[in-house]
C-alpha cells in the first residue's frame, strides 16, 4: 500500500512539475512578445521622429533656396503641402507643419487644421499627436501663461505668440477653435489626454 502511495505521490510530483514547467514557458513566452511589442512602438515612434526631422531638414532647404530665388508663391507652398514651422522654446519642440490635416500626415508631424495666414485676423489650429513622451505635442501641458510660441511661415515671416490659457475641454468642445475675438489673431494648439478622451488646449496670442 506505501509503495502504490508513494508511487502516486511521485507521479503526481512529476505531473505539477511539468505543469510548472510548461506554465513557466508560458510566462517567458508571452514576457517576450510583451517586450517585442514595446520595442516594435518605439521603434515605429522613432522612425517617424526621424521622417519628421528629414522633412524639416528638406523643409528648410525648400525655403532657403525659394528666398534666395525670390520665385516663392502660395501655390508652391500648397503644393509643398507645408504651413511653415513651429518652435517651442520651453519644451525644445520644432516641428514643420502641414498645411492640411489627416490621420497619416498627423504621424508624421502637426497639422494645421483650421485657419489662414498668421498675418491675417483670426485664429489658427494645429493640432499634433500625444504619445505621452517628448515626442510631437505631448508636454503641451507643461506651458504655462506667458510662455512664448514662434510661427514661421513658408515665406520667411515669423510670428510671436504669448501663451494666455492652458486647459481641457470634451472631444466634441469646438468652442477653443469658433470662440476667438473677431480682431484678434490667435493660436490654438491641440492635441489628445489619452486618460480621459479629452482635448487639451493651448491659447496663445499674437504679439
Excluded: W
Excluded at 517617424?48 to 502660395?74: C, F, H, P, T
Excluded at 515665406?155 to 492652458?166: E, M, P, Q
Amino acid at each position: 500500500m506505501n509503495q502504490i502511495l508513494s508511487t502516486k505521490l511521485k507521479n503526481k510530483k512529476k505531473a505539477n512539475s511539468k505543469f510548472f514547467k510548461y506554465q513557466f514557458s508560458i510566462s517567458i513566452l508571452i514576457l517576450l512578445i510583451l517586450i517585442g511589442c514595446i520595442f516594435y512602438s518605439f521603434l515605429c515612434l522613432q522612425k517617424k521622429e526621424k521622417l519628421s526631422d528629414n522633412l524639416l531638414g528638406n523643409y528648410n532647404i525648400y525655403k532657403l533656396y525659394a528666398n534666395v530665388s525670390q520665385e516663392i508663391s502660395e501655390e508652391k507652398e500648397e503644393e509643398n503641402n507645408l504651413f511653415g514651422t513651429i518652435e517651442i522654446p520651453k519644451l525644445n519642440l520644432y516641428y514643420p507643419v502641414f498645411s492640411h490635416l489627416n490621420e497619416e500626415l498627423l504621424k508624421i508631424s502637426p497639422c494645421k487644421f483650421y485657419g489662414n495666414s498668421p498675418k491675417e485676423n483670426g485664429n489658427i489650429g494645429i493640432a499634433g499627436h500625444n504619445y505621452n513622451n517628448s515626442m510631437f505635442f505631448s508636454n503641451l501641458t507643461l506651458l504655462t501663461n506667458g510662455d512664448e510660441i514662434y510661427l514661421q511661415d513658408s515665406f520667411g515671416n515669423s510670428y510671436v505668440y504669448i501663451v494666455f490659457k492652458v486647459y481641457e475641454v470634451k472631444a466634441s468642445d469646438l468652442s477653443p477653435i469658433f470662440d476667438a475675438p473677431q480682431f484678434s489673431k490667435e493660436l490654438t494648439l491641440v492635441t489628445c489626454n489619452n486618460l480621459n478622451g479629452n482635448r487639451f488646449i493651448i491659447k496663445a496670442k499674437q504679439i
